[in-house]
């Protein structure tokens, strides 16, 4: 990177942070959000209507111009730490992140794309990338592809950005030119579905060369925010663990007084720790617009997942029966982190993306 980035949390992020979890834990804790994914429906309208038109968080990204709150990826990347650390079902990543930023990415004087980044930012629409979830940035992308699979809330989507080998067009779901078929997604909380449009339908936003770039930036600023939905989950999983060990008495003393127990845990905060520096730089970079964005994308990306994996199975462990059972919220922590280390990108893709962007030979 060009520039030493700024890991520090400023105080408007802060104020962001506490609005953002008052409102998760009110409407949004993980009790509920178990409740929801048993229901097969893990959507609350309510909820994203007060995280978007009331909190104004899907406008982060966008210009006060366009409707927008005109902050950056780092007050985002506040937001999805704390939606991971609820484990939220909502398309906040998938539409206030990809698909605002490949919008962004296009011309934003076109009254099309205008358009819709202001209803996106106002919380009036979702918007997502018809791209399988696994996409990396760097990865080909489905532009012959009459059905895709594999793209995330699509099932709660308005208008789908659908990239084609003459650009991209968005085409709203109502039309009878798409079909969403869901499908059954290991974490409940984030649904995934096969969608077919038909070829021709839609209003084309950007012409080839400006579509692969537009497509490309979304996916490099959702991979590199996903590192702060992962760090969200990690430092639940971490807070829990430690909170059940010291109440879970055994021989007469908290389990969380045995050596063994705290030695793990100690290496799991150094993991935690680490994995907010990565995070954090990744969100500073797309932020300033780093020319070393890239780099620290996939840096972020190769550490956190495995983190927050690491973290979510540590949380099953120590919490021993009770962390086995479905009415335990571990295991949807576990099942989102286990499905971010494979979304826009897995952990050896964007290793060999590292290794490759510092001149090292890729991992054997």
Known sequence: MSTPP?????????????????????????PAALARAESGDPYDPALWTSLTAGIGAAGLLVPESLGGQGASHREAAVVLEELGRAVTAAPYLTSSVLATSALLACDTDDPDVAGLLTALAQGRGVAVLAVPFGTAPDAPLPVGAATVRGVADAVRADVLLVPRQDGLYAVETASPAVTVEPLTPLDLTRPLAAVTVDPGAGLRIAAAPEAERAVRAGLLAGAGLLASEQLGIAEWCLEESVRHTKERYQFNRPVGSFQALKHRMAQLWLEVVSARAAARAAADALATGDPGAPLAVALAQAYCGPVAVHAAEECVQLHAGIGMTWEHPAHLALKRAKSAATALGSTGRHQEALAALVDLPAPG
């Open 6 to 30: 700024d890991l520090l949390y400023s105080e408007p992020e802060d104020d962001l942070r506490a609005a953002v979890r008052a409102l998760l834990a009110d409407r949004a804790d993980l």
